[in-house]
């Protein structure tokens, strides 16, 4: 049996290879360049835009002082090209919330979480990453396995643990769409791939 590209799980359409491939990310390599990468900062709500401004005096302290100055002239967040609330960035392409440990990139937002400082602890759109949501409206939410060069070492060590990326993602799907959906994700990868297995 060939597993369908799309398939739906409460409500929530999903790309088949969010159960199928394999993804587990490699900080020891990659560094945490998903924060310095790209065009645009990370996907945002407005309820989170409130819980990082709410958070902003106990992050300061750790920007840079180009990150803090983008934020001064235009906040948290701003909207990208596409019309989409996405978090402040630095030089075009570093999130604003990015600080460093050696050569390694964290965000720290995750960082004072971490650390018992903060309620918050990262837009769900980072967390949930190599998983890309997609609002169609009308309450009808996709999810697609989003596949980027500078992930090629969390693709490799997720081959090794044969590591399936929504088994990954289990505590922010879980964040995201609760443990029941979480539980039912989990039900249909079984049954599929039992069913290719044959």
């Known amino acids: 049996m060939q597993i369908p590209p799309i398939l739906e799980v409460g409500g929530i359409l999903i790309s088949s290879e969010i159960l199928t491939e394999y993804f587990c990310c490699d900080y020891e390599k990659c560094k945490g360049i998903c924060c310095v990468e790209g065009d645009a ?4 709500t407005m309820e989170e835009i409130a819980a990082i401004e709410d958070s902003l005096d106990i992050v300061w302290s750790d920007l840079s002082a180009s990150a803090q100055s983008v934020i001064d002239k235009q906040g948290v967040a701003y909207a990208d090209k596409d019309g989409d609330l996405v978090t402040s960035i630095v030089r075009g392409k570093d999130c604003v919330f990015t600080c460093y440990d050696g050569d390694n990139c964290l965000c720290a937002l995750e960082k004072a979480f971490r650390n018992g400082k903060t309620q918050f602890c990262k837009p769900i759109s980072c967390a949930l990453y190599p998983i890309r949501e997609k609002n169609f409206g009308n309450g009808l939410i996709g999810l697609n396995y ?11 060590k997720g081959k090794a643990l044969r ?9 922010p799907l ?3 769409f609760g443990e029941a959906w979480y539980e039912e994700l989990c039900e249909v990868a079984d049954q599929l791939l ?3 297995g044959e």
């Open 194 to 196: 039992a069913a290719e």
């Open 163 to 171: 590591l399936p990326v929504y088994q990954f993602l289990k505590e």
């Open 41 to 44: 900062g990370a996907p945002v």
């Open 174 to 176: 879980i964040r995201r």
């Open 146 to 156: 989003n596949r980027w060069v500078v992930c090629k070492d969390a693709v490799e």
